[in-house]
């Protein structure tokens, strides 16, 4: 299995921007994560959603404004981001858990395969 994620760019504080990360290969992930990671930080959950889509988690830094999303007949995951800050200015990178219990999770060890990771960086 390999994840790509894709999609990130330079955009003004208060755009809109949708990440994409499209797994190729078999796979059954039960949980698809979206993390990021700013300069000089650790790695962050940012947020989940489980295979059928019925349940999802965000970060309080993102709540009500991004919106996790999948596609299992496309197998390709989204992360809708709306009124972005310069504070989300990030690497993203898209995550799969493909083991152990299909329930949502913020630790990033719980997840086995990462993608590559996009650049998003907000101007204020």
């Known amino acids: 299995v390999q994840l790509q994620a894709f999609g990130g760019g330079s955009v003004q504080a208060g755009d809109s921007l949708r990440l994409s990360c499209a797994a190729s290969?078999?796979?059954?992930?039960?949980?698809n994560g979206w993390f990021r990671q700013a300069p000089g930080k650790e790695r962050e959950f940012v947020a989940a959603i489980t295979y059928s889509g019925d349940r999802t988690d965000y970060a309080d830094s993102v709540k009500g404004r991004f919106t996790i999303s999948r596609d299992n007949a496309k197998n390709t995951a989204y992360l809708q981001m709306n009124s972005l800050k310069p504070e989300d200015t990030a690497i993203y990178y898209c995550a799969t858990k493909n083991y152990g219990l299909p329930t949502l999770t913020r630790n990033r060890n719980e997840y086995d395969t990462w993608g590559q990771g996009t650049q998003l960086t907000v101007s204020s």
């Open positions: 290969g078999t796979f059954s992930w039960y949980v």
